[in-house]
């Protein structure tokens, strides 16, 4: 029989290791011989035997009984039965893994790998295997693309439990330690000063982070942490709603210098929690879940923005994340996945249409693009092609400066998207280029109508303005 690697097997080289420290008992005198065996055959074999292999049941214990009755009847003595428990792994290594009801902690599958795979190995598991994981491995459980996010949750919010004692410590370890003699000098000074506004800024977004999980009474909805981490700027993946249970699922992707900083979880988890409340306008009977995706190391400025490594680097994993949340919903149930980029965040949605296979998303939007590095709607390879892809841009938003950097510019004719109306938002870079989350926008209105399917009821952008100045006439 052969069984899961995944599951509770006799590990040789440990058992091995026993019968090594037996014997050396066994050479210490025949007195110490006397007394192991009589607690091996007596009323202690059971235990004895545990310490070698775990609990067992009574099946177990009888053929593992049985084996050391043969070694000492054959060998003559512990050191035979021993030998002979280690002799017969092949035949017990089933037996174990099955007696045992799967209770070992098994091995988790790489990061990576396939989410519904991992899907399969999480329910093929026992109630206690998961418990010890979650317990044991919360950092690897939660950054597991397959694992539900009920139990993703459980891990993270204990990674990041753990992320702020280690953030804090680091920090308050640098601002201890007295400053060397070269850091009088000021690029020195400067240098050790960033790394402590780097280290301060982390610990107020996972300080934010925490906040935002606690469980409110104010109808906001509740909160799944499916990822996080402080590497480079920081990352989470931070679910409004579950998106296992949820008829609709959004994904949010944010843009330039998106990191782990109190801004920016709160302005994308305010965002995801307008979103559900825009599409329970749109259609009440259709539960739904918006997710803020921030897992991937955005450009840090704008300038840093015309380059496309980031996307590219980002758009596997964003891909990865698409497949997840097939794999882990309920197959009964019906689902509806939509994909939000918003400015440098549609590069990155850009590309991840480009991965093999596609992006894993019923309709994808545009908002704020400055370009996808895609030059047609056509090219995007979305599973329901061209008439799924939408595209909006505010009318007072000067990302109208950066049309073109990423090829083609999506609310173009050239493109082919279906553009609708994102309003007229207020005056000024930051303020327009947000207003797309705004309650009170059209486009906001226009994505909870997008992420239910009433696609009859997007509105169409206002015409262009008429130039009413009059002709100059020459005489």
């Not at 004895?48 to 609990?55: H, K």
């Not at 054959?74 to 290594?93: I, P």
Request: with cysteine; hydrophobic share 35%.
């Amino acid at each position: 029989m052969t069984t899961d690697p995944g599951f509770f097997t006799i590990d040789l080289p440990q058992v091995g290791l026993a019968v090594s420290e037996v014997e050396g008992l066994i050479c210490t005198g025949t007195g110490v011989v006397g007394e192991v065996g009589s607690l091996l055959l007596g009323s202690g074999e059971y235990a004895q035997i545990g310490a070698l292999v775990g609990s067992a049941d009574t099946e177990l214990h009888s053929t593992l009984m049985d084996v050391l009755t043969r070694g000492m009847q054959f060998l003559g003595g512990l050191n035979g039965a021993v030998r002979c428990c280690a002799t017969d792994y092949a035949a017990l290594d089933s037996q174990v893994s099955d007696s045992f009801g799967g209770k070992a902690t098994p091995t988790v599958p790489a990061r990576g790998s396939d989410p519904s795979a991992v899907k399969r190995w999480w329910d093929g598991l026992s109630d206690d295997q998961r418990t010890s994981l979650l317990a044991t491995d919360p950092a690897d459980i939660g950054a597991l693309d397959g694992v539900p996010a009920t139990e993703r949750d459980i891990a993270n919010r204990s990674v990041l439990s753990n992320l702020r004692q280690q953030t804090q410590h680091q920090l308050t370890d640098l601002q201890d330690t007295p400053p060397s003699p070269y850091e009088a000098d000021g690029v020195a000074y400067a240098m050790r000063q960033k790394q402590i506004d780097a280290l301060q800024t982390k610990l107020n977004g996972i300080d934010e982070l925490q906040k935002v999980l606690r469980p409110t009474d104010d109808g906001t909805p509740p909160k799944y942490l499916l990822e996080v981490d402080t590497t480079g700027v920081g990352h989470a993946i931070i679910a409004s709603n579950n998106p296992d249970t949820a008829t609709n699922v959004v994904t949010l992707v944010p843009g330039v210098s998106t990191d782990l900083s109190a801004h920016h979880i709160d302005e994308y988890t305010t965002a995801a929690d307008t979103l559900v409340a825009s599409a329970h306008n749109a259609d009440p009977a259709q539960p739904t879940s918006a997710i803020a995706w921030m897992n991937y190391n955005a450009p840090a400025s704008v300038p840093a923005a015309l380059f496309s490594t980031p996307a590219e680097q980002g758009a596997p994993t964003l891909d990865h994340f698409q497949q997840s949340l097939y794999a882990t919903h309920d197959p009964s149930d019906p689902l509806h996945t939509t994909v939000i980029g918003h400015s440098y965040g549609t590069t990155v949605v850009g590309e991840a249409t480009q991965t093999p296979g596609g992006l894993p998303a019923d309709d994808i939007v545009l908002a704020a693009s400055p370009g996808t590095n895609v030059p047609t709607a056509t090219a995007m390879h979305a599973p329901n092609g061209p008439s799924h892809i939408w595209a909006t841009r505010d009318t007072h938003d000067p990302i109208i400066w950066a049309e073109g950097f990423h090829n083609t510019d999506p609310v173009t004719p050239a493109f082919g998207a279906h553009t609708f109306n994102a309003g007229e938002g207020p005056t000024g870079f930051l303020a327009a280029h947000s207003y797309y989350f705004d309650p009170t926008s059209p486009a906001m209105t226009n994505f909870g109508r997008i992420a239910t399917s009433h696609y009859d009821q997007v509105t169409p952008p206002p015409p262009p303005a008429q130039d009413t100045t009059l002709p100059f006439i020459a005489d």
